[in-house]
């Protein structure tokens, strides 16, 4: 949400749209103790601050909370497709399958409560802090990948899961819910993997590279202040392309990861070159790990239909890590879809901090067991796209692959290419400082006002 816009004007739509669009709890704690004696003024100032952070809060609670038990439809004649997974509803078995691995993604949302952000007195990212919290979630779901061994899922999720999605009855159903019994061999079986403490153990550390304190490489206090190079501060709205680069400076300067680079495309290109120098090591060491983030913008004020189909096969790979996308001012992360609706995980529910430092700190926060689903129409020109590759053979592979799907894009502007050679804007500023870039193609200069959407740049 962008702090900038009226509350009732910044989505321009019914509540009934989608079951669950935005949640946000008035915090009763965003104001920490002051230590530090200030001027009058800037008390003044202060407290201004921290009363409209509470009305911001409050009107939200009215606006979205009524949703926050609401449940997605889902149909049971269609697959659902997550991360390169495909899942057949209408088995329970595959149910079973499919809630374990959605409620195994991180879910990085609002938090209140926590030590004030540098050069300001905030203690709660609600209401401008959602495309950091969607970027740390794809990051998140690319360190799992790095860390974890193939088709991991939290070992606990049986116990927070239930069978409470609802799906669409048929005819044939007489009438029947989703709701039904657990499906006790699926629990079992998960069961299993409470014997593997070593992943508990990477899994929560993971989860504490994303605490909201300025120690965590991840956090919110870390990712603001690198934000401060692209002209950002505290407060102010992040897009999808220079939460990009945030990630990218966060991944280089943390010591936890010096097998793991993060490369970010420009002008919708992945240079080969820029990715083969990033990741190649002297002999015997193998190539790096790496993420690509691939910043495009999809069609003008609104999403081009004729991308829709390319989003949703980029979806099917394996390599794929998710979308930091959603609506106007309003982002989600993306994670897989139905038929024409995307899946995605909302970070716009306020939680409060979580003391990573205890010993077994609570981690049920941190996982999501509502999926959600909104209308791929409805999406967001201006996203970022995530992939992850292992070694060099996988990066291979996803290049193989990601072109297949762009494929599917050919008779417009593709969504990105791949080029041999290294970028001619290497080692220059690759954030915009603008809402309005011109990109030149075969002489034909052309200009899109971007104002009203979630970024500072277009891509065509």
């Excluded at 796209?385 to 894009?409: H, M, P, R, W």
Aim: aromatic letters at 10%; glycine letters at 6%.
């Amino acid at each position: 949400m962008n702090p900038s816009t009226s509350p009732a004007g910044c989505e321009g739509q019914s509540p009934t749209d989608d079951l669950m669009d935005d949640w946000l709890f008035l915090s009763s704690e965003s104001a920490g103790p002051q230590v530090q004696e200030v001027s009058r003024d800037d008390q003044e100032a202060e407290d201004r601050s921290k009363l409209r952070s509470k009305l911001v809060s409050a009107w939200n609670s009215v606006k979205y909370g009524w949703s926050l038990k609401q449940k997605s439809k889902f149909s049971r004649s269609s697959p659902v497709i997550m991360l390169g997974n495909s899942y057949e509803l209408k088995d329970q078995g595959e149910r079973a399958r499919f809630r374990g691995s959605f409620v195994s993604l991180l879910w990085l949302t609002y938090r209140r409560g926590f030590p004030p952000l540098a050069s300001s007195s905030l203690t709660t990212d609600s209401g401008w802090g959602c495309v950091l919290r969607t970027g740390q979630m794809l990051l998140a779901q690319g360190l799992l990948l790095h860390l974890m061994p193939p088709g991991w899922t939290w070992s606990v999720s049986h116990h927070v899961v239930k069978d409470d999605m609802d799906l669409e009855s048929r005819p044939a159903d007489s009438g029947q819910s989703f709701k039904q019994r657990p499906n006790k061999r699926g629990r079992k079986l998960s069961l299993g993997s409470l014997l593997d403490r070593p992943m508990e153990a990477t899994h929560r550390r993971v989860v504490s590279w994303f605490a909201d304190y300025p120690t965590a490489p991840f956090g919110i206090h870390q990712l603001v202040e690198l934000g401060k190079s692209s002209g950002k501060k505290a407060g102010d709205w992040y897009g999808p392309s220079i939460a990009a680069h945030i990630l990218q400076k966060a991944v280089a300067a943390s010591a936890d990861l010096p097998n793991l680079v993060v490369y970010v495309a420009q002008d919708c290109t992945i240079y080969l070159e820029d990715v083969k120098r990033l990741c190649e090591r002297p002999l015997p060491q193998s190539w790096k790990s790496v993420i690509i983030l691939v910043p495009v913008r999809l069609g003008g004020q609104e999403l081009n239909p004729a991308y829709i189909t390319c989003v949703k096969k980029l979806l099917t790979l394996q390599c794929c890590i998710g979308i930091i996308g959603g609506k106007p001012k309003h982002s989600l992360f993306f994670v897989g879809f139905q038929d024409d609706h995307l899946l995605y995980l909302d970070p716009h529910y306020c939680q409060p901090t979580v003391d990573i430092t205890k010993e077994n700190f609570p981690l049920e926060s941190f996982h999501c067991k509502y999926p959600r689903k909104m209308a791929v129409s409805r999406m967001d020109p201006s996203c970022t796209i995530g992939f992850y590759a292992k070694g060099q053979k996988d990066f291979d592979s996803l290049c193989t692959a990601v072109n297949e799907a762009l494929s599917t894009s050919a008779q417009t502007y593709p969504m990105f290419i791949f080029a041999e050679g290294h970028s001619q804007e290497e080692e220059q500023s690759n954030t915009p400082t603008n809402n309005i870039t011109y990109i030149q193609r075969k002489s034909d200069r052309r200009r899109v006002d971007t104002s009203n959407s979630m970024d500072e740049f277009v891509l065509l």
